[in-house]
């Protein structure tokens, strides 16, 4: 699951005992800092100066060649073996500035027909690009949804498929500045069942939170065995066009003003969920993407 890393060590010993030739080009620049180098090793780009070395890749592309597949635990492991191998030091102590938790599924309609479901997610900025891709971003988290098929072939790269099929849906979340996310952690925590189990967790929880659409019973099938169940379902349509997050914060601030107390509260939330499950069925490919994300998060550790 784990794709772009990146990664730093300030540790003295580690600076003084790399080798820039295990690079397969390098070169020398000048920056705000001052010199350095830069050079590349497979597709991971290593800038060195005398303070610090710093690697940033995908590390599913340097041990797959790709990053269409998934990578399991071992092959994680065995892809920091082989980074730290060609570096010729150790980088168990260096430290995740960054780091992407990405999966490939291979669905069973075209990819725009999932994306088209993904709403919206509170606090994030939406950004849409027709029928390939849609992004919820903040400061310091990215959730992206495209079709990776797509991506492929407008760069013009490797389109390996899981099964031939072209209907592949990559989820991804990048973490920006990972030490105020999930605190500072070094590629060792890597290995750690807590460490990495944090990691798919979070990966999985933000896709549930993204409001998802679902789709109102044609009114053919709706029994309305009381006048108020009319009510009920008018209601359903005013809270599918709100969102169900700000109904809820609506609720919130109605019991924080004393306009309505907790039990009353309680109450309507109850309320909300029955008529949900009263006039409201889930979209099927909402269904089909929640569960490949919960399988594969459950299934991972």
Same mark, same amino acid.
């Given at each position: ?25 390098? +070169? ?71 780091? $992407? ?41 990215? &959730? ?5 098929? +797509? ?102 601030? &109605?019991? $924080? ?9 309680? $109450? ?9 499950? +009263? ?14 994300? $919960? ?7």
């Amino acid at each position: 699951m784990i794709d772009t890393i990146h990664m730093y060590t300030d540790d003295p010993s580690t600076l003084d005992s790399f080798d820039i030739n295990c690079l397969d080009s390098c +070169k020398l620049k000048y920056g705000d800092y001052g010199y350095y180098q830069c050079g590349t090793l497979s597709n991971f780009l290593v800038i060195i100066n005398e303070r610090k070395i710093k690697i940033q890749g995908s590390l599913t592309k340097y041990f797959l060649n790709n990053n269409i597949k998934n990578m399991n635990r071992l092959q994680i492991y065995e892809a920091f073996q082989k980074l730290e191998n060609a570096l010729g030091i150790p980088i168990g102590d260096f430290r995740i500035s960054r780091i $992407d938790i990405g999966v490939t599924f291979e669905m069973n309609s075209i990819v725009a027909n999932y994306l088209d479901t993904l709403i919206e997610l509170p606090n994030y900025a939406i950004e849409i690009h027709p029928n390939e891709s849609k992004y919820f971003k903040n400061g310091r988290k990215t &959730l992206s949804f495209y079709d990776k098929y +797509k991506e492929c072939i407008s760069n013009k790269t490797l389109t390996y498929t899981l099964s031939n099929t072209r209907k592949l849906l990559r989820y991804e979340i990048q973490i920006q500045e990972a030490y105020k996310v999930l605190g500072v952690a070094t590629i060792n925590d890597l290995y750690k069942d807590k460490y990495l189990g944090k990691l798919v967790e979070m990966w999985k929880d933000y896709f549930h939170k993204i409001k998802k659409s679902k789709k109102l019973i044609d009114v053919e099938l709706i029994e309305l065995n009381k006048p108020k169940d009319f009510d009920s379902y008018l209601a359903c349509i005013g809270k599918d066009e709100m969102g169900k997050q700000e109904t809820f914060n609506l609720l919130n601030k &109605l019991c $924080d003003a004393n306009k309505i107390d907790r039990r009353r509260k309680s $109450d309507i939330t109850k309320r909300i969920e029955a008529n949900e499950m +009263k006039f409201c069925r889930t979209n099927k490919y909402v269904k089909e993407l929640e569960d490949k994300v $919960d399988r594969h998060a459950n299934t991972f550790i």
